[in-house]
């Protein structure tokens, strides 16, 4: 039987080769594409300006993670609710993809429209947890959704699954909220959230986060938040403003050790005094 030339043999190895490296670029399109679709959904998600209340200041950064797919759902909010209070809410969903990012969109959106049939934090994660077992979606979310009444500066908040805030205030007192928390949004039905009340006093701060900034190999969550806390503690002292305090903190995501989204929104006073 007559064998194939080398010459054969070596062209049809190079056209092997040629298909197989257009075929990996191909796949590095399409996933790129993919990355930038996620990204663009994230963003289009996100408030596009925050709202003014009487002595209080919000500030927000999210940086988005972009290694490979690794594209999740971490997601801030902030609006202003009709009885004059600001609704606050942060979260993560599971996975990290653009099924991630769509279904951010549908929690935050949820979110938002249930907070016109109520407010109250318990209440609202509840429905929305309803809501969400109801769209069949095999995802979840954790949040925390709270709501500031810029006249009192007290601040009533719900975790659903997700990590407490930290807190400073005006002499450097900085710490982590101890409040109870209900499960992740999405798992299960007729779930309770129970709601914890604290107060923003003039000059102090609350940093809501997501753990993209705070955990990962190389950091545990409790130093994380410890960082948060330090670094609060020394913002309130040195009257940061809120947008500079957001931006500090999220530079402690370089320190977790994997790339994952991450999410901070700062709520502080300006240090005039509430009316009573």
Not at 11 to 18: H, I, P, Q, T, W
Not at 62 to 79: E, K, M
Not at 90 to 118: C, K, P, W, Y
Request: hydrophobic share 45%.
């Amino acid at each position: 039987m007559p064998r194939k030339r080398p010459t054969d043999d070596g062209d049809e190895l190079l056209a092997r080769l040629g298909s197989l490296t257009a075929q990996a670029r191909q796949r590095a399109e399409l996933q790129r594409s993919q990355v930038e679709l996620a990204i663009a959904l994230q963003r289009g998600m996100l408030p596009r300006d925050l709202p003014a209340a009487p002595g209080v200041r919000l500030g927000v950064r999210y940086a988005p993670a972009c290694h490979g797919l690794n594209v999740g759902g971490d997601w801030y909010d902030a609006f202003a609710m009709p009885d004059g209070r600001v609704g606050l809410s942060i979260g993560d969903v599971q996975g990290h993809n653009i099924e991630a990012a769509a279904f951010m969109g549908q929690v935050r959106a949820g979110l938002r429209a249930l907070a016109s049939v109520t407010s109250e934090p318990g209440e609202l994660l509840a429905r929305t947890n309803e809501l969400l077992l109801s769209l069949g979606s095999d995802l979840f979310a954790t949040c925390t959704f709270a709501r500031l009444d810029p006249s009192t500066g007290v601040l009533e908040s719900a975790r659903a699954g997700h990590i407490p805030f930290v807190w400073a205030t005006a002499d450097g007192k900085s710490g982590t909220a101890e409040d109870e928390c209900g499960p992740p949004l999405g798992i299960a039905g007729g779930m309770e959230y129970p709601v914890a009340r604290f107060r923003l006093a003039p000059g102090g701060v609350f940093v809501l986060l997501t753990d993209g900034v705070v955990e990962g190999p190389d950091l545990s969550l409790e130093e994380g938040l410890d960082q948060v806390a330090r670094l609060a503690g020394i913002a309130a002292v040195a009257r940061l403003d809120a947008n500079a305090l957001a931006a500090a903190v999220i530079k402690g995501a370089d320190q977790v050790g994997h790339e994952d989204d991450a999410a901070v929104l700062v709520v502080g006073h300006d240090g005039v005094d509430f009316k009573p």
